[in-house]
């Protein structure tokens, strides 16, 4: 009570909302800095992890696109280096899901590369594979071609759709937004708490 008064004695008419103000205003600042600094962080992390570091795919044999009209012994995928050897993976089907692909892929060097041999029906046909970047990520995608003479090849089994399921994109990438994301969130929502809230139950 006696603080109010020479309070107002000293600073003039009503000092307090002001100071309340301030104080406000200033929480809102540290909170939107942090925010600004998570999302930068969040955007440079993505930004480095998909466009620098990836192993990419330069061409392969057939080309992606490409009129065929007899079947390719192998097909292949050469990347812009030297690929790891871990957990390769390569199918080629028809645009009903067999497999025209034989036996396991092989990584050399850049490149990958399947054993085909002869096709069936003229169609479409989709090169789907899955590689290890030298900087130890997993890179997969899609190519396809089109087979305009049939071939007289007997297929596969349906290819398990796991295999087949490039989203034309790498690994790493969603995981790394829901994370950030996360964090953000949960960060800034807490010390937005604590600054904001705390300040107007304190000021009551
Ligand atoms: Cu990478």
Redesign the pocket.
Known sequence: MSTRISESVTAGENPEPAERRSVRRRGRRIVAGVLTGLLVTGFALLGG?TAS??SQAIGSVPENGAQIDASPARVSVTFNEELQTSFPSMTVTDKDGYLWSKGEPKVEGSTISIEVGELGAAGVYTIAYRVT?A???AVKDKRTFTLTKAGNGTPGPKADSSAKSGDGGSDGGVPLWVFIVGAVVLFGGGLAFALLGGRGKQSR
Request: hydrophobic share 15%; no cysteine.
């Open positions: 992890g570091a990836h970047s900087d130890g990520h």
